[in-house]
């Protein structure tokens, strides 16, 4: 997987992406396929001519039509001043931005990848998470930041590491993941117009896949809702929640388990914080198994919060211990062979599935 | 009298005569005690600018040392050992990014690559004066930073292949260049980065010669960064730390004007980088960083002023990048006639038109050279392939650096200093 999305980034960056606005306008009956690409940078067209208040900031957005293309052909629409290139200083724009959003305007900050926030995050935190809550309610913060989050292939350790975990501990934040194209444009319009700081954490693999859109979808009003998460797949046997690049492979290790007599539910969770607990008990009560995937760091890890939720509401229920499936707990290497034992594979989950299972598959380590 | 004319205008950095074109610029600007030394330097114009001349305590020598550029004054910069070096040098990393390149649409190298062509002059130009024991601090366009310093073909090739021969064991990659042996402290990924490293890293030499009272330890460290770093805020906390501690540190700007695809012009209210040092008490000086003779002129007089404990210098390099910001940048926003004004600047012809014509190498010998780093680079590039690829069990180690956190290991010495201390640690 990781072989082909590597010649997938290289080819994107020589693409000419077809624009989003003609696909809309053709309402086929045929289910329509666009890119997660596609659909960030549809949303992001309508709701900025939706609403003028909203522009958008960050590095390479506007000449370079995107460090990941995200942004194309929004410069051209809606000029300089409202699509802004800034200068390499994460803390000083992101806190501009920040500012924007206190003084009224709904400010979409791009982070070239979320590393790069870690230079921003006093004020993602203390600026934009805080403030509604300091000020009793009279300062609310309509930013969003978004960027890709996660792996990508090859990149090292700085460029790799997943932010789900550290913002969404934070109160005050939302923080949102969106999985395919629905997912993106959905949240991400439901982020644009939210009066709440949202964290908006995309992946750069996922950029280039295509999903198939309804029409409804592809209405320019369309939006999903914040804290809600989405049952992909449904199922009996054991219970796999998953965010962003994980719900691919979580679909996958099911079609795999399907083989096997064991029928997965997998649940997309869409949004970190707020967390579905409510969908993920329900789940579980069902099905009285969980696994949870993610792509980053185990200890204190999203998995770790929903197992905790699990354990408290759900505890009778359940009929196996929780698995939790996690990125090693190593800095990313750069090496091939190591990066791939460093993220979470099909075959983990797989594995995990049929140890929740019991079917005796011996106890082996993520790595 | 040609040469000693020429010998007084090449020490720019002795006379102390200041021009000022904007009085009310003069005072805030004066030489003051805090100064220390004599290091003043002359005022010189950016032509690339067109910006009305500023004062300052600040030149750009470039003007300082074309002038005394005359072809009938005899080897008055290099040696012809040093001009060989030099070459050497910058054919090395010229070629060795070449070969990067190549390897990376082979599918031999992956992730994110940094080229550094057209830049050299820079790399070779200060980083050839150091010692061992001297640092280098670098960003995420490293590789030739790491080969000038001495790390080997064969352990950067091989880390970049991601195999457990490279010089960190694949585990780092091309951005994330490390050597201890040659006191290369990196490889970063956020511009800014490298910069409070590399103060801190002269913090610790100055600490060793007055609090550890090593009397001769005079490393100096260099961190090099490049114009869109400019903007950043760290850049201005460690100009002015490393000032006011007079830190034996050179910071080296290599201003290619882009930064990935954003102008230098478009996103700095000054672009006169230069300029910022005498903000912060040190010596600020502009270069021509295609030409590796004024390069090590102006390294020269900024690493002995800082190994004579007299605290930091500014250095701006003009320079070019001829390839785009990585390999997977498709370079489009870049004018093509920008970019052949500044190929036809390339460092490497320029210093073999001065050697042949100083008459200090024949051409022959410099084809001998280029021939030699073709070799070197091939090796590299096949030892790498040969090298095996990291095992299971390293995926695991290094985390810590004392895994078991206990310190003391079974046989009464510290953990750390069993060399064979992260085997056996790592559960797999």
Known sequence: MLAI?????????????????????????????????????????????????????????????????ITKGLLEKYGPERVLDTPITEAGFT?????????????????????????????????????????????????????????????????????????????????LSPYNSEDA?????????????????????????????SDEVLDSSFSLPIGKAKIEREGNDVTITAFSKMVGYALKAAEILEKDGINAEVINLRSIRPLDRSTINASVRKTNRLITVEEGFPQHGVGAEICSSVVEESFAYLDAPVERIAGADVPMPYAANLERMAVPQVEDIVRAAKRACYRSVPLAATA | MAFSAATANFNPLNTPSLRSHDNHLVTSVSPSPFFGSTAKLRLSSSPKFNVHRRSG?????????????????????????????????????????????????????????????GQEAVSTGFIKLLKQQDSVVSTYRDHVHALSKGVPARAVMSELFGKTTGCCRGQGGSMHMFSRE????????????????????????????????????????????????????????????????????VFVVENNLWAIGMSHLRSTSDPQIYKKGPAFGMPGVHVDGMDVLKVREVAKEAISRARRGEGPTLVECETYRFRGHSLADPDELRDPAEKSRYTARDPITALKKYIIESNLASEAELKAIDKKIDEV???????????PVPPRSQLLENVFADPKGFGIGPDGRYRCEDPKFTQGTAHV
Not at chain 1, 21 to 33: F, G, H
Not at chain 1, 140 to 158: K, L
Request: hydrophobic share 40%; aromatic share 12%.
């Open chain 2, 57 to 117: 305590s600040v030149v750009a020598v470039s003007e300082a040392v074309k002038e005394k550029k005359p072809k009938s004054t005899p080897n008055l910069l290099i040696t012809k050992e040093e001009g060989l070096e030099l070459y050497e040098d910058m054919v090395l990393g010229r070629a060795f990014e070449d070969m990067c390149a190549q390897m990376y649409y082979r599918g031999k190298m992956f992730g994110f690559v940094h080229l550094y062509n």
């Open chain 2, 182 to 249: 040659h006191n290369l402290l990196g490889g970063f990924a956020f511009i800014g980065e490298g910069i409070p490293v590399a103060t801190g890293a002269a913090f610790t030499s100055k600490y060793k010669r007055e609090v550890l009272k090593e009397v001769d330890c005079d490393h100096v460290t260099l961190a090099f960064f490049g114009d869109g770093t400019c903007n950043n805020g760290q850049f201005y906390e460690c100009l002015n730390m490393a000032a006011l501690w007079k830190l034996p540190i």
């Open chain 1, 95 to 175: 806190g501009i931005g920040v500012g924007a959003a206190y003084y009224g305007l709904k400010p979409v900050v791009e982070f070239m990848t979320f590393n790069f926030s870690m230079q921003a995050i006093d004020h993602i935190i203390n600026s934009a998470a805080k403030s509604n809550y300091m000020s009793a309610g009279q300062i609310s913060v309509p930013i969003v930041f978004r960027g890709p989050n996660g792996a990508a292939a090859g990149v090292g350790a700085q460029h790799s590491q997943c932010y789900a975990a550290w913002y969404a501990s934070c109160p005050g934040l939302k923080v």
């Open chain 2, 377 to 387: 680079v091939e090796d590299a590039v096949e030892f790498a392939d040969e090298s």
């Open chain 1, 185 to 213: 444009r959905g949240l991400l319009k439901a982020a644009i117009r939210d009066p709440d700081p949202v964290v908006f954490l995309e992946n750069e693999l996922l950029y280039g896949e295509s999903f198939p859109v």
């Open chain 1, 5 to 69: 999305s590597r010649q997938r980034i290289l080819g994107q960056c020589f693409q000419k992406i077809r624009p989003a606005v003609s696909e809309l306008r053709s309402y086929s009956s045929a289910a329509k396929q666009i890119t997660v690409r596609e659909a960030l940078n549809s949303s992001l067209d309508e709701e900025m001519s939706a609403d003028p208040k909203v522009f958008l900031m960050g590095e390479e957005v506007g000449e370079y039509q995107g460090a990941y293309k």
